[in-house]
């Protein structure tokens, strides 16, 4: 099916298989739209016609030839989530002493110790909110937002209550903008104090790192991005978009120099590194992995 699928989009230069432990992290869109990047085959540096199929069919995984809403923010949380992962791999591996691919309190503990962190009691406690299933171990999507916690939450809550203000917030944002002009500030404000808003899930005017962490990892200007991207690209209006009106959304003036439109580029980026990468491996291997 996916061979009937793409050879109206390129040629299907190599077949690889994909480690397991990388496979059950990707979606069968996603799956479908690495293995049509052959050996040799460049991904265009502007978005083609053909990108913008191999994306809709990442995107559509019930392979009805329409992506969803739904089917379009699993993509970007998928991938968003994926790259937080592997910015945060490194740390989890030089603290998992036994090399077993989970961490253990103990072996936080000792981590904590080593690296002296700061109040590593509060680190300790915690250990069990990030430990989703309960089994005493964190899996490397488990400890990912342990990290960002740990080390970008906790910097921004100045008074420790666990908690973020608006003022803490917005604080990175301020900083960069005192020598600006009034009126750029004001907006920078406006914009933030809306972005806080949607975040703030139960109301209560403070961010959880629960709360925080889609901000932090980039899945909310994702989602947001999203959002732009159907109300730029649904013609028919629908809640639904098809390829060709994937593919017409280039001609649209407003797709151009917009959010979607960066995210978007982002989104190959990201994927064709990972593509290189398998590709490498296979290469490596003999052909085999």
């Not at 936080?108 to 171990?137: C, S």
């Not at 209550?161 to 907006?187: C, H, T, V, Y």
């Not at 709360?211 to 690209?233: C, I, M, N, S, W």
Request: contains cysteine; aromatic residues 6%.
């Amino acid at each position: 099916l996916l061979i009937n699928l793409f050879q109206s989009t390129g040629p299907l230069t190599i077949l690889f298989l994909i480690p397991a432990s990388i496979m059950a992290c990707l979606s069968r869109g996603l799956l479908a739209w690495l293995l049509t990047l052959g050996d040799g085959q460049v991904i265009h540096k502007a978005m083609s016609g053909e990108q913008m199929r191999i994306i809709h069919t990442a995107m559509d995984v019930d392979q009805d030839g329409l992506v969803s809403r739904e089917e379009g923010t699993s993509f970007v949380r998928q991938l968003r989530d994926g790259m937080q992962a592997q910015q945060t791999l490194p740390i989890m591996l030089d603290m998992d002493s036994d090399k077993d691919g989970s961490l253990s309190q103990a072996e936080l503990t000792a981590a904590l110790q080593m690296l002296k962190i700061n109040e590593p009691e509060e680190v300790d406690e915690r250990f069990g909110d990030f430990d989703k299933d309960e089994d005493e171990l964190l899996s490397a999507a488990e400890a990912s937002p342990l990290f960002t916690w740990m080390l970008r939450f906790r910097k921004l809550d100045k008074n420790g209550d666990g908690m973020l203000s608006f003022k803490e917030f917005n604080k990175i944002a301020a900083e960069r903008l005192k020598d600006k002009p009034q009126q750029e500030w004001r907006k920078s404000k406006e914009e933030g104090q809306r972005i806080f808003g949607q975040l703030d899930g139960d109301g209560d005017k403070r961010l959880s790192p629960a709360e925080h962490l889609p901000y932090e990892t980039g899945t909310f200007a994702g989602l947001e991005a999203l959002d732009q991207l159907f109300k730029v690209t649904d013609k028919d209006g629908d809640g639904k978009l098809s390829a060709a009106e994937l593919e017409q959304v280039r001609e649209n003036s407003k797709f151009h120099g917009s959010a979607a439109l960066y995210h978007l580029d982002d989104w190959i980026k990201n994927v064709e590194k990972q593509a290189e990468e398998y590709i490498r491996k296979v290469k490596q291997s003999g052909g085999e992995l």
